[in-house]
């Protein structure tokens, strides 16, 4: 249902769009044309952790692409319940150590594909492996208790989102390991030595508490966090940056940060 619904989205003129592998990982790579084809962003895609693709997320790394003018890379990680943790991070990891050069990379993810990035970048600076210069994380989920006031008190409120939807794919995704682990909520790993992160959101999510508890717990152990939240918007609103000006504005904003840091 949810590929048949993105096919109502168009990209945006002036983008392609190649399918190949990274690391041996499905992926989309979504180029403006004439762009150089090498990525500068691997993007994780939400979806809970078990479900959404690469094609529904086309229309959005398009515009991403364009206001970066550079290369974004999609990669299809493995989902639950089929393929609980540790699969969809072997393959986040898979993807960025394939691309892992001489050119500045950004990892990047929304909401579990956010959390993803974290974890990976985490897992990355545990094996003294060359990090990303930067993560970019719109809509992060990466306390998977539910544990933020936000879950409640913007419960109703968030358009996309709703509390009753969470538990059961937080634990189909940890697969029996304890949704505080740090593997599962990265919220709760060490965040120290970690690349310069900006961490979007709207203020009527169900993670605003979990984004505005990351900013600080980054800033807290020396890692920069950079925190935008727009007023009025829900969960992922930056997705609909072909339709609504405050999501324009906000891709706007992640190419601002990301371009010094890919120069």
Not at 69 to 79: F, I, K, Q
Not at 111 to 119: Q, R, V, W
Not at 134 to 146: A, E, F, K
Request: aromatic share 6%.
């Amino acid at each position: 249902m949810v590929e048949a619904l993105a096919l109502l989205d168009s990209v945006p003129p002036g983008v392609e769009i190649r399918s190949g592998t990274a690391g041996g990982v499905p992926a989309k790579l979504v180029a403006p044309r004439g762009a150089h084809p090498e990525p500068r962003v691997v993007w994780l895609h939400g979806g809970a952790y078990c479900f959404n693709s690469p094609r529904v997320y086309e229309t959005f790394a398009g515009h991403l692409a364009l206001a970066l003018d550079a290369s974004v890379l999609l990669p299809g990680y493995r989902r639950a319940p089929e393929h609980p943790y540790p699969a969809a991070h072997e393959d986040a990891l898979a993807a960025f150590r394939a691309l892992s050069g001489d050119r500045p990379l950004i990892l990047a993810g929304d909401s579990a594909g956010a959390g993803l990035a974290l974890g990976a970048a985490t897992a990355l600076r545990d094996s003294s492996e060359l990090l990303p210069a930067g993560l970019l994380l719109m809509s992060p989920w990466v306390d998977l208790t539910g544990s933020g006031g936000s879950v409640r008190f913007n419960d109703g409120k968030d358009a996309i989102l709703r509390a009753a939807y969470l538990p059961a794919h937080a634990q189909a995704y940890a697969g029996g390991l304890d949704l505080a682990d740090p593997r599962i909520s990265p919220l709760n790993a060490d965040l120290s030595g970690l690349p310069p992160a900006l961490i979007q959101c709207g203020s009527e999510e169900l993670f605003l508490s979990e984004c505005t508890a990351l900013a600080a717990r980054m800033e807290g152990a020396g890692t920069p966090a950079e925190l935008q939240v727009t007023n009025g918007m829900w969960h992922d609103f930056q997705t609909h940056a072909g339709m609504l000006r405050e999501s324009a504005e906000a891709v706007e904003r992640m190419a601002a940060w990301a371009k010094p840091l890919l120069a």
